[in-house]
């Protein structure tokens, strides 16, 4: 049986971005002038728009009701603890249906 395999990961962009920071330091490439400059400014302003706007929001809500809503649920409930309510006190779904429907 063919299984597809997830070939990226978190840990593969670290590794990247350190190659890549490494690689443009060898070429006397100074990122500090690079992200003090007005284009550097620039982009930074628009990715903290981004994040602000559109990522953070989307993994807010990802990591409130699935991850939190659905995974705590289930991993609770498998060491016999309350739950109803998360570890901050507030209510959680019980089934992947009501985590789906939210």
Request: charged share 10%; no cysteine; net charge negative.
């Amino acid at each position: 049986m063919n299984t597809p395999r997830n070939t990226g990961g978190f840990l593969k962009l670290i590794v990247v971005l350190i190659i890549v920071i490494v690689t443009l330091s060898y070429f006397s490439f100074d990122l500090k002038t690079i992200t003090e400059s007005s284009a550097g400014q620039w982009v930074m302003s628009h990715a903290t728009y981004a994040w602000g706007n559109y990522l953070y929001p989307a993994g807010g809500f990802l990591w409130d009701k699935v991850i939190v809503g659905f995974v705590w649920v289930h991993v609770a409930s498998f060491f016999g603890v309350d739950t109803a309510t998360s570890p901050d006190g507030s209510s959680l779904a019980t089934s992947t249906l009501d985590v789906i429907a939210m």
